[in-house]
């Protein structure tokens, strides 16, 4: 059964903080991924890193920075935290297309972050 | 760039009603289409998916969706809901050469008994 952990469910944390949030998963998922989670507005990816230290923004990534130093941890930091990162924050993990014979590969979630940042 | 349109925000209906979800999608070339669902406070989980191959897509509990290339369409149904269908729901896509993953705004589904 593949796994993602996020390292928190709740999170409070103070405007002008530095917030790490980490996520681990132990299915050797070449791919990981972080979205926020707000009503109304779905899930909006931040992040995407494809392999080990390599990343591609998403279509929010402003306000947020991430790290990939290895396979299976997948961090996102907020540098300065501020009220309108607010939300439910998700990672996710699935295979590179093609690896080990898989192409029809699919992403696995973790159980979300709720950060409040007050 | 790929992106993903849901026009339904919120489905209200009956136990036993006909559910048909709409997802529309841009992007030019080949795609991959998922349905995820998001019970009340659990984890997003995949309903079905559409790599290839025949375009009508059977998945988990009785849904089903059909990919319509013309129509850059993959819309979610299922004949007929039960209370437990009661849920938030998101169409994504990505793209051939990219495994990035693309969410719609989601739809939420109240069944009533």
């Known amino acids: 059964d593949v796994k993602v952990t996020q390292s928190s469910r709740y999170l409070v944390k103070r405007t002008g903080e530095k917030v790490f949030l980490e996520c681990v998963q132990d299915m050797d998922h070449e791919n990981m991924f972080w979205y926020r989670q707000d009503p109304g507005l779905g899930l909006r990816l931040i992040y995407f890193s494809y392999d080990v230290k390599m990343k591609e923004k998403g279509d929010i990534p402003e306000g947020y920075s991430v790290s990939r130093e290895k396979k299976e941890r997948f961090s996102l930091i907020l540098e300065s935290a501020s009220t309108n990162q607010t939300s439910m924050y998700l990672c996710?993990?699935?295979?590179?297309?093609?690896?080990?014979?898989?192409?029809?590969?699919?992403?696995?979630f973790g159980q979300g972050t709720r950060l409040t940042v007050v | 760039a790929q992106s993903v349109s849901q026009h339904n925000h919120h489905v209200i209906l009956s136990e036993a009603a006909s559910l048909e979800l709409g997802c529309n999608y841009s992007y030019g070339g080949t795609v991959n289409l998922f349905w995820y669902v998001q019970y009340p406070g659990q984890h997003l989980q995949l309903l079905l998916k559409y790599f290839s191959g025949d375009p009508l897509v059977k998945g988990i509990k009785g849904f089903e969706a059909e990919f319509i290339k013309s129509k850059f369409s993959f819309n979610l149904r299922k004949p007929s809901v039960q209370w437990s269908d009661t849920a938030e729901y998101f169409c994504a896509v990505s793209s051939y050469n990219t495994d990035k993953l693309i969410f719609g705004t989601g739809t939420r589904l109240q069944v009533f008994p």
């Open positions: 996710a993990s699935s295979l590179r297309q093609g690896a080990k014979e898989v192409w029809d590969t699919e992403a696995f």
